[in-house]
């Protein structure tokens, strides 16, 4: 049986890497909806990959103009919102991940803006368009739990989305819609490229690979099959809480 038949969905951040792999996920479980990004090639190449009954919306999620008219174009489409995945959100075109003595003003509310309050707004945008009942994802990290070098900004706006989802669950509890997060660990994506030159890359990625207990890099793909367990009636029970698939990068230490 399709787990999500007949369930419209927005994912954020739908045009590549994680969010694709959400909504291919999606697409394998018949869901129907709605993928945005801000680079129209890519969200074109990416709604014809899906070959399904998916549509593509370009915006930014750090403009409120945009995330309105996201939801409305979806709403006149199919009638109805049932699940809504916050996934777009990253490292910042132009400004890179640094420690604090090299990060500037601008660039900490660069990365806040993108990672956290873009997060908010777009549930808060969504919010009349959602049915009630609805599933609400919110994608976090790994990288809430674990420090890093360079990292802090962007460590704290994904700490903070595991906290939101509690304090949202509690506004929404008498629509009956469920607020959780979902958190990647290292996933073989392309953001890599942003934020490692190529000559390290593969090294970068062994890395990561040495330090998860289960051997590999997580995929897309991955992501996407938690996803669709949270938008699907089998978490029904499951509100306020965070699901890390990050092959077991947080909770197990690999003893060397």
Do not use: C
């Amino acid at each position: 049986m399709s787990k999500l038949k007949n369930k419209v969905a927005v994912i954020t951040g739908g045009n590549s890497g994680i969010g694709f792999g959400i909504a291919e996920a999606f697409k394998n479980e018949d869901a129907s909806g709605t993928i945005t990004g801000r680079n129209e090639v890519t969200l074109n190449n990416a709604v014809a990959a899906l070959k399904s009954d998916f549509i593509g919306i370009a915006g930014d999620v750090t403009k409120s103009e945009d995330l309105e008219n996201i939801f409305k174009k979806t709403s006149d489409k199919f009638g109805k919102i049932d699940v809504l995945v916050v996934n777009a959100g990253g490292v910042v075109d132009g400004v890179p991940m640094a420690d604090i003595e090299n990060i500037t003003e601008e660039g900490y509310d660069r990365y806040m803006d993108l990672n956290l309050k873009s997060s908010y707004f777009t549930v808060k945008k969504a919010l009349p368009y959602l049915n009630d009942g609805a599933s609400i994802i919110l994608i976090g990290s790994s990288a809430a739990h674990r420090a890093a070098p360079g990292m802090a900004i962007y460590s704290a706006a994904k700490a903070a989305i595991i906290s939101l989802a509690k304090g949202l669950s509690l506004d929404l509890l008498p629509r009956k819609i469920r607020v959780n997060t979902l958190s990647p660990g290292s996933i073989d994506t392309p953001v890599f490229g942003k934020l490692v030159p190529e000559e390290h890359l593969d090294a970068v990625k062994q890395m990561w690979i040495d330090i998860t207990p289960v051997g590999r890099q997580g995929l897309p793909s991955d992501i996407g099959n938690a996803a669709v367990f949270l938008a699907s009636d089998d978490s029904a029970f499951i509100v306020g809480t965070e699901i890390l698939s990050d092959g077991g990068l947080t909770n197990i230490s690999l003893m060397k």
